[in-house]
């Protein structure tokens, strides 16, 4: 029996930025024909509106001003085939590559600890995935989004290997970045994500752990696939 021809299940996938998560759940949505939702891009996209429209100015996040402007933000994802995910858009305007500049993910961590903006996006996410079938990654998709998820998966890598990572991704497209300022980014983000007060990034309980540093993705996919066998026949 394959894996389709067994009930839908949500997939949550969270962990530390960085470490392959949408990488892994865009394969994992691929191969089992789920939807891949990347929640990072939502908390994203609010960041990059609140930069354009008066919510963060000279480096100060205005919280109220932020809360704001959150009506006036519709978040669409449409699939795209070239990527084999879906893109991002703000109010209908493509923003994928916008909002994974440095200048976003600099700000991203403040923004995404406003507890409106928690609510907005976390009730969109529970809408999208209300069907099951869904790949979700994120930082509280076991704990808050999806805490019924049948599959869990806490990823996490040496923060030197993630900062290579992302170093490797950001200089491939041309941004001008040093290591050391995305080590930095790295280690600050996971700081503010363990530590904000609301849904701060954690393990859920029956969350299971895949630490990647030294893995490749064909190796993860491997684990993924003993781990899914384990759970759809736990279903049965
Ligand atoms: O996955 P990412 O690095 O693109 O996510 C960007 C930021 O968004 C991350 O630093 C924390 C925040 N985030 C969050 O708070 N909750 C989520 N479910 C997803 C992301």
């Given at each position: ?39 990072g ?16 100015v ?98 996490t ?7 290579e ?35 701060p ?8 752990v ?27």
């Amino acid at each position: 029996m394959g894996f389709n021809d067994k009930r839908k299940i949500v997939i949550a996938i969270d962990g530390h930025s960085s470490c392959g998560k949408s990488t892994f759940a865009k394969a994992i949505a691929a191969r089992l024909g789920y939807i891949f939702i990347d929640t990072g891009a939502m908390y994203r996209s609010v960041t990059l509106y609140a930069l354009e429209h008066g919510g963060i100015v000279d480096g100060i996040v205005d919280e109220d001003k932020i809360v704001s402007l959150l009506d006036q933000i519709e978040i669409t994802f449409r699939f795209n085939p070239a990527r084999g995910a879906s893109d991002v858009y703000i109010n209908g305007d493509f923003a994928e590559g916008k909002i994974r500049t440095i200048e976003v993910s600099n700000f991203v961590s403040p923004v995404s600890s406003i507890g409106a903006v928690r609510s907005k996006l976390v009730a969109m996410q529970q809408q999208m995935g209300r069907h099951r079938g869904v790949v979700m990654d994120g930082r509280d998709i076991g704990t808050v989004v999806f805490p019924d998820a049948e599959l869990k998966i806490f990823m996490t890598a040496d923060p030197k290997v993630r900062a290579e990572r992302r170093y490797a991704e950001l200089t491939a497209k041309g941004d001008k970045v040093s290591f050391e300022e995305i080590l930095e980014n790295v280690i600050s983000r996971d700081k503010a994500d363990t530590t904000r007060a609301i849904s701060p990034l954690r393990k859920a309980e029956d969350a299971i752990v895949l630490d990647n540093s030294t893995m490749t993705v064909e190796q993860q996919m491997e684990w993924f696939d003993a781990e899914l066998n384990r759970v759809l026949s736990s279903l049965e």
